[in-house]
Structures are given as C-alpha cells and as structure tokens.
C-alpha cells in the first residue's frame, strides 16, 4: 500500500517541483533585495518586474510577437535543412566522416560575430534575424538525426537485408523511427537557442522584438522593463520546449516505457 502511495505521489512531485523551485527562488530573490535594499536600477527585484509587465504589457507583447513568429520561422528552416544533412551524413559513412568536422569547426563559430554579415547582406530588419535563429539551431538536429541513423545495429541491418530489404527501406522504415527520440531531444535544445539567436540579432540588427527592446530599455535605465523581456523570451522558449515534450511522449512513448516503470 505504501509503495502504490509513492508511485501515485511521485508523478504529482515531478509535475510541481518545478514550480516550487521557481517560487522558492523568486521569494528568496525579492528578500534579498529587500533586506540588502538593491537599487531598481542594478537588480530588480521580482515585484518590480511584475510591476514592468503589467505597465508596459502593450509594448512587451508586440516586441514578443515579433522576437516569436522570426524565431519559429529561422527555427522551421533549421529544422528541414537539419533533417536533410542529417539524413545525407547518416546514411552514408564516407558523407559522416566528410561533413562531421567541417560542421562542428563551424558550429563553433560565435553565430553573433555573422549578425554584421549578414546585416551587409540584408540589412536591418527580419533576415538577419530568422538567419541568426537558423544558424544557431540547426546544428543539434543534424547531428542528432545523423547519430540516430548512424548508430542502427549491423545485426538488425544484417537481418532485414537478409529478408530482401534494401538500404532505402532499412533507413527510412527502420532508421528514421527509431530516430525520432534523438530529433526530439534535438528539438528542446534547438528551440532554445534559437530564441537565443533572435535576441541577439535584435540587439544589433533589428527596430523591433524583444533584443531591441532590451537596449532601449538598457540605454532609458528601465532595469525592471528589461529584465521583464528577459522573463518573456525564458518564458516563451519553456512553452515551445514543453511543446515538443508533449509531442515526444505523445509520438515515441515506446522508447520511455522502460523509464517510466522506475
């Protein structure tokens, strides 16, 4: 009886510890700024960036909707240029070991020194922005799309050839299944960084999102207005990110079952 207890408790934890972490951090936040007496303008304390959000909901939410449909757009092309390299490296071992250096030395380019660039190209505004978001978060869906299908057991390949299976029909009936794990751990990550993208974009390049918006509230000395557009671009990545774990349990369930007995 008290073991089913724990296995009913458990869920309901693991669904409010978050939250829980979230609110114990804020409280300690605010008291801590009480008790030190932090100036507004140094560090805000959470009551004054709620106090930002409701005065300035009207600006921050057109700046938001912005800084979101560039990012979902930069996001989608990462997303099918990801997917199609991905695919291409792991279903070919010579295309692997060819591309997978030339992409890591380029992942580890900083993706903020290409917003000028790209700037040159296509001036201020969405382009360098739905770039940067591209950029940025393309990169894990490759190589996990590429791990996924490089990593398929030569005994199972071995044994679907042996059945008459072609190499197409290997990768695409069994590889790319058994790789939507991988794409979807791929898609929390990248979804991430590619807000990450964006706003930083905008702090160089653009007259509207929520990077803008962070200047121009650095440069008026409005720290509750920023740190209010650093709580809506955090809170709009969790929501995206929640998405796509909704979306794992819901499509590849097959592959937690083992971890969901524990």
């Known amino acids: 009886m008290k073991a089913r207890q724990q296995k009913l408790f458990r869920p309901v934890f693991q669904i409010w510890a978050p939250w829980l972490l979230l609110l114990a951090i804020l409280l300690l936040w605010q008291v801590l700024c009480s008790a030190l007496q932090v100036s507004d303008f140094i560090f805000p304390s959470p009551s004054r960036i709620a106090e930002a959000l409701v005065e300035f909901h009207t600006v921050i939410l057109g700046h938001a909707w912005r800084t979101f449909w560039v990012t979902v757009l930069g ?5 099918v240029v990801g997917v199609l390299l991905g695919f291409l490296m792991g279903s070919s071992p010579l295309a692997y070991k060819a591309m997978y250096p030339l992409m890591t030395g380029f992942n580890a380019l900083p993706k ?3 917003v000028p660039i790209l700037v040159v190209w296509f001036g201020i505004g ?17 190589v996990n799309i590429a791990t996924g299908l490089a990593t398929l057991e030569p005994e199972l390949e071995d044994v679907l050839r042996v059945l008459g299976a072609r190499r197409w029909d290997v990768l695409m009936k069994i590889g790319l299944p058994r790789s939507l ?3 979807f751990a791929a898609l929390k990550v990248a979804i991430t960084l590619a807000f990450v993208g ?8 653009a007259n509207e999102g929520i990077g803008y918006l962070l200047i121009s509230a650095g440069a008026s000395m409005q720290m509750g207005l ?8 955090g ?3 969790m929501l995206m990110y929640e998405l796509f774990a909704v979306l794992e349990r819901r499509l590849t369930g097959w592959a937690h079952r083992g971890q969901e007995a524990h």
Do not use: K, Q, R, W
Not at 75 to 79: L, P, Y
Not at 226 to 233: E, I, K, M
């Open 235 to 237: 809170a709009m990545a």
């Open 181 to 183: 794990p991988y794409f």
């Open 198 to 205: 964006t706003t930083v974009s905008e702090m160089t390049a």
């Open 126 to 142: 969405v382009g360098p922005a739905v770039l940067t978001a591209f950029l940025i978060s393309f990169f894990p869906i490759m």
């Open 75 to 79: 996001f989608g092309i990462s997303i």
């Open 112 to 114: 903020a020194a290409f």
């Open 226 to 233: 920023a740190f209010a557009g650093l709580v809506v671009v």
